[in-house]
């Protein structure tokens, strides 16, 4: 190190250990420590008809989405309260955190023009996805509460299908025209800005099509009266309605997007994708993807909020299918009842070596199934993942193999052939969770299944099935049973 | 439905129709269909020197990121000439973007004035990163390379615990005044913004102490004469310099937010860590719970990034441990060796029987460890976890039990008898697998364990050594063995 950054060094640890002995001031003299408002604090306030204190305390204290959180429990009249002390637009987010039960209950006690103001604050996607979990009756008197144009954007966006970037976009953005001047744009910024989600980047159109994006960063720091055209930037990343929702959050994620412009097959702008649906994206995507790779059916609500009969109905498909599939397991150890009748201690290694088998596929399986889901993994890489496999499985068996045979020695559970026999039914058994493990989830993805149903439980089951065979296969052999 | 929107529907799907119907003019009209720059065509081009149509090709028709990746596959002169043909901020960006060995291939090529101007176009928590990799010597050159100011942050950088909010921030933000007007801050946000990564969240000091934070929206959407204090958020989010970057992202992803201000114990701003950041650390944090929960210990690289030893080490510990747990289940076997010899048949029942309890298991196990991770479980919920695995438990077990006594019946595996002891196996195997799939991850998020350890591979081996207890007390009784 040189001395220059050694000195700076020194000086920034005699700062810090300065800094330890001086009196905590902050949260005292700058932010006044609040009493959080909770449930209990809300419901006692209202008891209290202390209405103008809580709508203070909701405006200042509070985020729509805990506040959601916290309504969860209320009841019907508290419910309503609570919701008529918020500003429209608070109410309208507020609105859109809820869960569909509690929604219905608020719909149905509000006015028809209170009930306006809301679908008028709310954001044209978070309004179509209320809709598409609303009973028919309620879905009538929302769309009464919002103007023809709306309900025809509304229209719309219902027509794309499930989890595609068309169905969670958003139709508000900020459009340019390449001859307006960084002066012009920022005054349209100015007077629409209010009503867009994000004004952060602004998509320049032509006759509808998307030809280029600035940054107001870039709006912002350049001269005034330059044009959008010199400034823009034509080489931007745009995603089709019809592309998967995960895929566009992907890009987003990638390339650090605060939003991606979605276009129709005509290149016509229609829509954005903004970074926080894309984050929302990602993480029910992959609570999915951890679900199906445990062998349960995913389904969009949260843990508590499936029943228990959900929750059977989604779990049991796989057990099922799974315990049948051990039958299989059952008949090859069956046809060595004899062996096992003259030698019952061969038994006794079975579920080791099972277990061996299926945690090894696992490993495999799930470090492929992520890999393809972050995408550096693709099914080009087939043979160089199985070849990777292929080295760590001889290592791992190795190490396996001979820590134990030393147990069985060890422990008095068998002689040297015993030691061995098992030894190389694990080396065996190793090598082939480990192929089938890696290889699984990218035949999946080729053939256009999700890599996640071959995760944990297929292949533990398909190893079971390998490993016993290999085993009576080698002892029979080596005892002459 | 109502007429009005029976109406507008019908509107627009006579649109959609007729948009059908019309040629595809986009793609060739206003975004030309462009070569891609591959690896392949980069080094046509270089071989053929066309230096200029390569460089404007690079700036036009390529994003950083991409380029690493392509790079990756270049040798130290091709990588260096690339490199001398970008643009500052590009090549700044590119760099940060590789991994650590074509970066130091390419520092040992590039002179000093040239690293000067690479290191002053990286954002600073980009340039740690870098740091944190590098080999001493190095270090020393590129430190050598900055100013002393910058030289002092990065060392207080340096100083926080690794995964901290502290090691993933950035300390270029925008500070405000809160006597300055609108005006004054839209003017400060063009001098200053350039050089900032996000300009989008403003962050208001006062000696240096966060006081409030106002939106670029917010500043280009209200009137320009309104000092900042009157417009500003003074109940904004903020994290300690110490809290865990996970934590740090989950609140950037819980609220949408762009960036989350970081202060230190003074409440003095400090830093700001910013939604691709966020992305980037739910990603890999993401990642890291997936390899825990398969028993693999996780490592920052990439799947093809880790050489096979490294994969062999941080796969053999899990499986090491877990073949020797194993030696239970033998020994509670071998302890039933008479029974065996006896009915040999009953060993055929073991890998259905395990196996079902270990799918069990983990379907419990990971849906409760991703709760705990989203947030929507947290330890005070242990009973109602239980509870409800109990209910799903009992509904599990009766349908597999009655579906598994059939099919021992009508396979002629067994008797009525059989067919009840096994079912009466499998129905407590079930319970005790999904109470301890969901307990155990509660238990290690209380003592401060990660919750991913306790998922399928531990599991598993517990529910065998449980389930082959039950399973020979159960027959031994049954069969009077």
């Known amino acids: ?97 809820m869960n569909s039960d509690m929604r219905e209950l608020l719909i149905n006690a509000l006015t028809d023009s209170e009930l306006e103001e809301v679908m008028e604050e709310m954001y044209l996607d978070d309004t179509v996805d209320v809709l598409e979990e609303m009973p028919a009756n309620v879905v009538d008197r929302l769309l009464m509460a919002t103007d023809e144009e709306t309900r025809v954007q509304i229209n719309q966006l219902l027509q794309y299908p499930e989890d595609s970037a068309g169905s969670v976009m958003n139709v508000d953005y900020i459009a340019l025209r390449k001859e307006m001047t960084v002066a012009e744009s920022i005054l349209k910024i100015r007077q629409v800005g209010i009503n867009k989600e994000t004004i952060y980047t602004c998509y320049v159109t032509e006759k509808r099509k998307l030809i280029g994006q600035v940054d107001v960063k870039e709006l912002l720091t350049t001269s005034e009266s330059k044009t959008v055209e010199e400034i823009m930037d034509t080489n931007m990343l745009y995603a089709h309605t019809t592309d998967d929702q995960e895929d566009v959050a992907r890009t987003i994620t990638k390339y650090g997007l605060i939003a991606l412009p979605i276009v129709d097959h005509e290149m016509c702008m229609v829509g954005i994708v903004t970074v926080d649906d894309a984050m929302v994206v990602l993480q029910e995507e992959t609570t999915e993807d951890i679900s199906i790779m445990a062998g349960v059916n995913p389904n969009e609500e949260t843990y508590f909020g499936t029943t228990v009969l959900e929750h059977v109905k989604s779990r049991i498909p796989w057990l099922l299918f799974l315990m049948l599939s051990a039958t299989v397991t059952q008949m090859i150890m069956n046809s060595y009842e004899a062996a096992l009748a003259v030698m019952p201690q061969l038994a006794g290694f079975i579920p ?130």
């Open 1 to 97: 190190m040189s001395e220059d950054w050694k000195a700076a060094r020194q000086k920034v640890e005699d700062l810090v250990e300065e800094s330890k002995n001086m009196p905590d001031l902050a949260e005292t003299d700058y932010l006044e420590e609040r009493e959080e408002l909770t449930e209990e604090r809300i419901l006692e306030m209202l008891e209290e008809r202390q209405y103008k204190e809580l709508k203070e305390e909701l405006e200042n204290n509070m985020y729509p989405i805990d506040l959601a959180d916290i309504l969860e429990n209320f009841d019907q009249k508290h419910l309503v309260m609570v919701f008529r002390l918020l500003a429209k637009e608070e109410a309208a987010e507020t609105f859109t955190y």
């Open 352 to 481: 080791m070596l099972t277990g061996t088998g299926g945690n090894c596929g696992s490993q495999s399986s799930t470090l492929v199934i992520r890999g393809l889901a972050v995408g550096e993994i693709e099914f080009k890489d087939l043979f160089k993942v199985i070849w990777k496999e292929v080295r760590i499985a001889v290592c791992i068996s190795l190490i396996l193999s001979v820590v134990n045979g030393l147990r069985i020695l060890l422990m008095g559970q068998g002689d040297a052939m015993m030691a061995f026999t098992i030894g190389l039914t694990m080396a065996c058994t190793v090598v082939i969770a480990k192929v089938v493990g890696c290889t699984l989830p990218l035949l999946a993805k080729k053939v256009g299944l999700d890599p996640a149903i071959m995760a944990t439980p297929l292949i533990s089951t398909l190893v079971d099935i390998s490993t016993i065979s290999v085993y009576f296969a080698i002892v029979s052999t080596a005892f002459a049973l």
